[in-house]
């Protein structure tokens, strides 16, 4: 009787390290780097709506419409670079997130073969999550509209 207890204990020592082990790896691989994700887009965000401010006072000070027309196509310029920027940063920081995963998978004794199994997002013009782009492209589309009521107002 006593030699049963010992496997069922041994066997629910065996399996609460390896919850354990999912729990980390869970935290390490998927919780944090989404922490980082949400802390550079608000980062970003704040950076476009303070470059939305200078553009929107900017237009503001102008009188005529041929100032009003250049800023406003300044202002859609910068709204896409912004755009361009933001989608490069984010494929960049998912590219330095892949390859970390794929280090740690190694420097955890996997072997390589395994450990090749994990995709690494391309550092320039990668595919973002659909709800991440969709997100970008709406921002996008904002500050285009954004410049188009100022210039509306500035004319």
Known sequence: MLDKADAIFKLALAFAAVAIGGAVAYYYALFLPQQSQRAADRELAAET????????ESLEKSKTAKEAKEKYDLCVSFAYSDYNSRWAKTCTRLNKSD??????CLNNGYNEAYCSTISITPAKECSLPNELADDYDKSHEDAKKLC???FKAAT
């Open 49 to 56: 709506a303070k470059h939305q401010n200078e553009v929107r």
């Open 99 to 104: 390859i970390a995963r794929r280090d740690q």
């Open 148 to 150: 188009l009521e100022e």
